[in-house]
């Protein structure tokens, strides 16, 4: 059976005497390499499952940036977690201990210059990663394996098909679609003490990286107050530090009360108080991603950006979009939007607040009929 794991995550980084913690025994030695962002880490998931259906005893460490690595512990699956040094001057004990581990297979899942130097500094026999139709494939010589992604395949699919194609390529055989995120019993046991027990559970989290993607505050605060109306349902709001200004608008454009969550201050945290509802009002975004991992179902606004490749995996989940190409918003737009760029349109703004109170609606209803 695998050895238990041996996380390395926040500021800490490979050039740490990790070797001496790990069973060099067990073959082969994965590193996959993933910088950013939150829900590209969580949905590596279904490459880490197949990974390890395929080589059970296999050590499996995942290398990121330092701000995404805390969700790794949270993957049953996952071994380890490396980050990218934060100086030039960590890089050469990074480099130093990154071949001490004694990789026998890297998946860069990014092509980067950056990544492409790690992956061939890792002394990795078995190396690979994508080649994109209209995006340079960089320093082919590094790599041993490739796998090959048309544009069209690209669009039409979930981004973790697209990520399976990888595995694939070196010979890891397909059989598992899941992704999973486990949070530790501590974590469940103090979100368990900031929620109420019984009764219909709504949690929203009004945050997104892109200001053009945000469904208007006075929606969120008309759907809040038609939960606690017409369903009795309690509703919680929570969100990063940076998002804070759009939770208290809620809560002050809101009729009725809605209790203010403090951010959990790691994704561990988040995972587990996002296990504790029945629904998870979003946008498009990493935390959807955790929560759709945790098992609690989401209830998703999207924007112009492709559901297809981003929406969130599972059953129960509902997305919410405007049929697109949507109709520009014109003078009522905040500022000018463009239609082509998902990250500087306003399309999310179409969406009503019926359309949203009505997919709450089905989803705290099939909550109800499978309990």
């Not at 290398?63 to 969700?71: C, F, G, K, N, R």
Request: proline share 7%; with cysteine; hydrophobic share 45%.
């Amino acid at each position: 059976m695998p050895t238990a794991p041996s996380f390395q995550t926040g500021e800490r980084t490979a050039t740490e005497p990790a070797a001496a913690a790990l069973n060099a025994t067990r073959t082969p030695r994965v590193l996959l390499i993933r910088r950013r962002y939150l829900g590209d880490i969580v949905l590596l998931g279904s490459v880490l499952r197949n990974l390890r259906l395929h080589w059970p005893r296999a050590w499996i460490c995942v290398l990121t940036e330092p701000a995404y690595a805390s969700v790794l512990p949270l993957n049953p699956d996952v071994d380890s977690a490396l980050t990218f040094p934060r100086r030039a001057g960590e890089w050469f004990g990074f480099v130093r201990a990154l071949r001490r581990l004694g990789f026998t297979h890297v998946l860069d899942f990014d092509n980067t210059d950056r990544t492409a130097l790690v992956t061939r500094l890792s002394g990795a026999a078995v190396r690979a990663t994508f080649d994109r139709e209209l995006i340079p494939f960089r320093y082919q010589w590094i790599y041993t394996h490739r796998a090959a992604v048309a544009n069209a395949a690209y669009d039409s699919q979930h981004v973790t098909e697209t990520y399976l194609a990888l595995p694939k390529a070196v010979g890891v055989p397909i059989v598992s679609r899941e992704v999973r995120l486990v949070p530790r019993p501590e974590a469940l046991a103090a979100a368990g003490k900031l929620v109420a027990q019984g009764g219909n559970k709504v949690l929203v989290h009004p945050g997104t990286r892109s200001p053009y993607r945000v469904w208007p505050v006075e929606r969120f605060a008309e759907v809040c107050d038609r939960l606690q109306d017409r369903l009795n349902a309690q509703v919680f709001l929570t969100a990063g530090p940076a998002e804070k200004e759009w939770v208290d608008q809620i809560r002050a454009k809101a009729q009725t009360h809605l209790v203010t969550l403090n951010a959990p201050a790691n994704v561990g945290g988040l995972a587990a108080l996002q296990a504790q509802f029945d629904a998870f009002l979003c946008h498009d975004s990493g935390p959807m991603h955790v929560a759709a991992a945790v098992g609690t179902p989401v209830v998703a606004l999207f924007g112009s950006q492709n559901a297809t490749i981003w929406r969130p995996l599972g059953e129960r989940h509902t997305v919410l979009q405007t049929a697109l190409p949507c109709t520009c918003l014109g003078a009522a737009a905040p500022s000018p939007c463009t239609p082509t760029d998902s990250y500087r349109s306003y399309c999310v703004r179409k969406l009503t607040v019926d359309e949203v109170f009505a997919a709450l609606t089905r989803t705290l209803a099939i909550g109800r009929a499978t309990r």
